[in-house]
C-alpha cells in the first residue's frame, strides 16, 4: 500500500513558476513508476509528467514539454513537478499517482494509487 500527498499548489500569473511536490509513505515507495496528472473543471483528467524508479526516464505531455519538468527523490519518498512559464489554461488541480510499469503510463485508470490533488491557478 502506499500513500501520496501532494503540496506546493496555489495561485499564481502567467509566466510565474511554482513546484509541487508528492509525499509518499509505503513500504515499497521506490519501486513505483510515478506520475503527474491534472484535472480541470469540466474536463477529463490528463497525462502531464511522469519518471521511472531509478529517475532514469521521464516523460511528459506535449503540452508542458519544455516548461515542467519531473524529478523524484528516493531518499526523501518524494517526486517534484516543477512548472515554470505557467499558462492560464495550465489551470487544474493536480494528483500525482504510482503504478508498477511504465506501461500505458498516460491512461489514469492504469495508475494504482492516487493522491487527493492540489489546486494550481494561473492568473491571465
Known amino acids: 500500500q502506499v500513500q501520496l500527498v501532494e503540496s506546493g499548489g496555489g495561485l499564481v500569473q502567467a509566466g510565474d513558476s511554482l513546484r509541487l511536490s508528492c509525499a509518499a509513505s509505503?513500504?515499497?515507495?521506490?519501486?513505483?513508476?510515478r506520475g503527474w496528472f491534472r484535472q480541470a473543471p469540466g474536463k477529463e483528467r490528463e497525462f502531464v509528467a511522469a519518471?521511472?524508479?531509478?529517475?532514469?526516464?521521464?516523460d511528459y505531455s506535449d503540452s508542458v514539454k519544455g516548461r515542467f519538468t519531473i524529478s523524484r527523490d528516493n531518499a526523501k519518498n518524494t517526486v517534484y513537478l516543477q512548472m515554470n512559464s505557467l499558462k492560464p489554461e495550465d489551470t487544474a488541480v493536480y494528483y500525482c499517482?504510482?503504478?508498477?510499469?511504465?506501461?500505458?503510463?498516460?491512461?489514469?485508470?492504469?495508475?494504482?494509487?492516487w493522491g487527493q490533488g492540489t489546486q494550481v491557478t494561473v492568473s491571465s
Open positions: 509505503g513500504r515499497t515507495y521506490n519501486s513505483y513508476y
Open positions: 499517482a504510482a503504478k508498477g510499469s511504465r506501461t500505458d503510463y498516460t491512461v489514469p485508470n492504469r495508475y494504482a494509487y
Open positions: 519518471i521511472t524508479q531509478s529517475g532514469g526516464t521521464t
